[in-house]
């Protein structure tokens, strides 16, 4: 006997509209990369001695203050980053990508790089990258950090030249790491706010992964999935997230307690019998 996912799958791959497999990716998908989720209990908001809550660290109001503070914490996130190798999750992801191909959307909060680094191309980065920059002031397009700046150890002070690189060459303002934060809203030109929800009306199945649900453009995003018809398959190995406790009494919403990767693996399995 087919199980429901197997059924929701061959159908939305036989639908002539809404059929987009749409794929929303949280920090959860890269905590087995070894990369630390930002509310899990591993959360590192630490400079020296001093403690940081996110919602007061990650904002636009405490880099205006202390740039060089945010700039060396970024730049020791830099460090992570570039150490940090994609894992099975991101990987049958990107596989998927390839056998659906333009029926593929992939959503995702993570400012990581790690999907891309798995070969996955097509991404809304809903919440940016941690390895561009843009200028404060607003000139000139997005960019990746310039090459000469070296990432750093939690503790070590930039440098005269680091702080050099770290200002734009067009107006002298500062550069600043180009992701969402917590004070800050959504827009298209930055984060794909128009995009992404223009897929959602598209989905035939939202594959939600690794994300707690915590700000409001993954809520509307499900929100909007729903309201248009498609499927919220939520992967979470607990009954915990923001989606779990708005939808679980929603016939099309589906949570599967397994494993991210286990269950992706499961997934791609399945768009290959029946596609
Ligand atoms: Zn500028």
Not at 94 to 122: M, P, R, W, Y
Not at 196 to 218: D, M, Q, W
Request: glycine share 6%; charged share 25%.
């Amino acid at each position: 006997m087919k199980t429901t996912l197997q059924t929701i799958i061959q159908e939305t791959l036989q639908k002539e509209k809404r059929n987009l497999f749409t794929f929303l990716t949280g920090a959860g998908i890269s905590s087995e990369s070894g990369l630390p989720t930002y509310r899990g209990s591993d959360g590192i908001w630490i400079k020296g001695t001093k403690y940081h809550k996110p919602e007061e660290f990650g904002t636009f109001r405490y880099f205006s203050q202390n740039q060089e503070e945010v700039w060396q914490y970024n730049l020791f996130w830099k460090k992570l980053i570039e150490q940090a190798t994609p894992n099975q999750g991101h990987f049958t992801i990107s596989k998927i990508e390839q056998l659906l191909n333009k029926k593929f959307q992939l959503i995702t909060q993570n400012v990581d790089g790690l999907h891309q680094k798995a070969g996955s191309k097509n991404i809304f980065e809903i919440h940016g990258n941690k390895q561009t920059v843009r200028c404060v002031s607003g000139c000139g397009n997005v960019m990746p950090i310039p090459l000469e700046i070296k990432s750093k150890e939690l503790t070590e002070d930039l440098t005269e030249k680091d702080l050099e690189l770290l200002h734009c060459q067009n107006c002298g303002d500062w550069l600043r790491p180009n992701t969402l934060w917590f004070d800050e809203s959504y827009n298209e030109k930055l984060y794909f706010l128009n995009s992404a929800l223009k897929s959602a009306k598209n989905t035939g199945i939202l594959f939600v992964i690794g994300t707690s649900g915590a700000t409001t453009l993954p809520q509307m995003l499900t929100e909007t999935v729903l309201q248009y018809g498609g499927y919220v398959i939520e992967i979470n190995t607990e009954e915990n997230s923001y989606f779990f406790e708005r939808f679980s009494r929603t016939k099309k919403y589906i949570l599967i307690k397994k494993k991210a990767s286990d269950a992706l693996m499961n997934i791609k399995e399945i768009i290959e019998e029946y596609k």
